[in-house]
Nanobody, 121 residues
């Protein structure tokens, strides 16, 4: 059984910072790409940022320069440093990961349960 657990969400004032974590646990052989997504009330889930196992990153345009994605492969953990937060960043933030359960199995996509981020003006 594989689990992704997000943490670090909360309430912050506009201009503030938060650091989200996403920890993968269970019978994991290896993890490929990992990503952060968010969903605001009444809106579709959208990409925030993704990171490959080698550390290459890609960001949604509105997050560039404010958010930083990183990962610790030894800990099977991914992070999202969010700076200069704005009220429009308010959403539930989800992580996902492409995980190999064995050396020969195709990777499967797993999602976390989400963590709420609320930015007050």
């Amino acid at each position: 059984q594989v689990q992704l657990v997000e943490s670090g969400g909360g309430l912050v004032q506009s201009g503030g910072s938060l650091r989200l974590s996403c920890a993968a646990s269970g019978s994991i052989f290896s993890i490929n790409a990992m990503g952060w997504y968010r969903q605001a009330p009444g809106k579709q889930r959208e990409l925030v940022a993704i990171i490959t196992v080698g550390g290459a990153t890609n960001y949604a345009d509105s997050m560039k320069g404010r958010f930083t994605i990183s990962r610790d492969n030894a800990k099977n953990t991914m992070y999202l440093q969010m700076d200069n937060l704005k009220p429009e960043d308010t959403a539930v933030y989800y992580c996902n990961a492409m995980i190999h359960l064995t050396a020969t199995a195709n990777p499967r996509l797993y999602w976390g349960q989400g963590t709420q981020v609320t930015v007050s003006s």
